[in-house]
C-alpha cells in the first residue's frame, strides 16, 4: 500500500466522525432545552404541594423556584400565592410575577375573571391583587379589565380598579368613575373620591362637585379637601355651579368654597360685583362670602345693599351680619341716607343696631 492509499483511508474514517460530531452538536440546545423544560415541569409540580405546606420558608422557597421559570405555568400556579397569610410569601409572589413578565398576563387576566386560582375564602382578595399586579406588568392590559372590573360584584375588585384609575391619572377613565358616584359601597365612593382628585382637571373636577351630594358626611368631606387642593380651577368651577333650582346643591358649594377659605375670597368678591353676573349667583356669592367671616368682604358687601334688588339686599345685609364686623357699620349708615325703601330702609337699621351690639351702641 502507498502512501496515498493510506491517506485517503485515514480520510475516509474521519469523514463518518465528523458527522457524528456535528449532529451532537446540533442536538445539545434540544437536549438543553428538554432538560430545562423537564426541571421546570418538575418545579412546577413539586411547588403546588410546597405552597401549601404550613412552613413559611419552604412556601417562601417554592415562590422562588417558580419565579425563576418564566412561563405560564409557572405563572399559573405562583398566582395562587398572591393570598398567602404571609406577607413576606404574598409580595415575593407579587414580585415573581412581575419578574415573569409577559407569560404572567394570560393567567392574571383568567384569575381576574373568574378567580379559580383562589379558595372560596380569598377569590375577592385574589382578583383585586391580581389586578394590582397586572397594572405593574403591562398597565395598557390593565386598562381595558378595569373598565368592566368597575362594574363586577365584588367590592374589593371595584375599589381596587377605582384605586388603579386614580393612578394612572388619565382623564380617559372618568366616564367610569362618574358611574361609581352612585356606587352602593361607601368604601369604593371615597376610592372613587381620591382617584377623580389625583386626575383633576375639569372633568375631574366637575366629577368632585357631584360628590358634594353624597349622603356621606365623611365623603363629602374629602370631596371639599380634593377639590382644595385643585387650586384656582376649582374655586371657578364651584362658583360657576351655583344652581338657581337646587339649594341644597348651591349650600353644599358655598360650604366647600368656604373650606377652601381665603383663597376663594377675591373671585368670589369678583363675581359679586361683575354687572353681568346674575341675581341668583350674586345672592349665592353674598351669602358665601358671610360664611367665610372675612372682613375683606364688607365694602363689596355694603355695595350690594345699593342693588335695587331686595331679595339680593337683604342677603348681603345677613352677610354683613354674619361677619359681624363694626366697621361696616359707618359704610351702612352712608347708604341709610340715600335708601328710599322703607322696608330696605329698616332692615339696614336692623342690621346697623346688630353690629353696633358689639359695641354697646344701638341707631335710633
Known amino acids: ?51 401549601k405546606n404550613e ?16 412561563n405560564a405555568e409557572s405563572a399559573g400556579v405562583l398566582i395562587t400565592a398572591l393570598t398567602d397569610k404571609e406577607p413576606e410569601v404574598s409580595k415575593a409572589a407579587a414580585d415573581g410575577l412581575v419578574g415573569i413578565g409577559d407569560p404572567a398576563i394570560a393567567p392574571l387576566e383568567d384569575a381576574i375573571k373568574n378567580g379559580k386560582n383562589f379558595d372560596e375564602n380569598n377569590v375577592s382578595r385574589g382578583r383585586a391583587v391580581s389586578l394590582a399586579v397586572l397594572s405593574r406588568i403591562s398597565p395598557e392590559r390593565t386598562g381595558f379589565l378595569l373598565e368592566e372590573a368597575v362594574k363586577d360584584n365584588d367590592e374589593t375588585l371595584r375599589t381596587e ?3 388603579r384609575m386614580g393612578e ?28 377623580l382628585g389625583k386626575i383633576g382637571g375639569y372633568e375631574g373636577i366637575k366629577g368632585l362637585i357631584k360628590f358634594l351630594e353624597d349622603d356621606s358626611d365623611t365623603i363629602i368631606a374629602v370631596a371639599e ?38 383663597p ?34 364688607i365694602p363689596a358687601l ?21 361677619i359681624g364686623d363694626p366697621s361696616a357699620i359707618t359704610l351702612l349708615q352712608g347708604v341709610l341716607k340715600k335708601e328710599p325703601d322703607m322696608k330696605i330702609n329698616q332692615r339696614i337699621r336692623k342690621t346697623i343696631n346688630q353690629l353696633n351690639a358689639k359695641t354697646g351702641e344701638e341707631e335710633n
Open 1 to 51: 500500500m502507498n502512501s496515498q492509499e493510506g491517506m485517503k483511508m485515514k480520510i475516509d474514517a474521519v469523514i463518518p466522525l465528523r458527522k457524528k460530531i456535528s449532529s451532537v452538536v446540533l442536538l445539545l440546545p434540544l437536549l438543553l432545552l428538554a432538560f430545562i423544560t423537564g426541571c421546570g415541569k418538575m418545579t412546577v409540580s413539586s411547588a403546588k404541594d410546597e405552597l
Open 55 to 70: 412552613n413559611k420558608q419552604i412556601r417562601l422557597n417554592a415562590v422562588k423556584n417558580l419565579s425563576g421559570v418564566k
Open 161 to 163: 380598579a377605582v384605586y
Open 168 to 195: 394612572m391619572k388619565s382623564a380617559r377613565y372618568i366616564p367610569q368613575l362618574e358611574v361609581c358616584i352612585k356606587d352602593k359601597s361607601e368604601t369604593v365612593r371615597l376610592e372613587t373620591v381620591k382617584a
Open 225 to 262: 379637601e380634593q377639590l382644595k387642593s385643585q387650586g384656582e380651577q376649582a374655586i371657578t368651577q364651584l362658583i360657576n355651579s351655583f344652581d338657581k333650582f337646587d339649594m341644597e346643591k348651591s349650600n353644599r358649594i358655598s360650604h366647600a368654597l368656604t373650606v377652601i377659605g381665603e
Open 264 to 297: 376663594a375670597l377675591q373671585p368670589l368678591i369678583n363675581k359679586l360685583k361683575d354687572p353681568k353676573t346674575e341675581i341668583f349667583e350674586k345672592r349665592a356669592c353674598a351669602y358665601t362670602l358671610g360664611q367665610m367671616k372675612n372682613k375683606k368682604a
Open 302 to 322: 355694603v355695595d350690594t345693599v345699593q342693588i335695587k334688588r331686595k331679595e339680593l339686599q337683604i342677603e348681603a345685609l345677613d352677610a354683613l351680619v354674619n
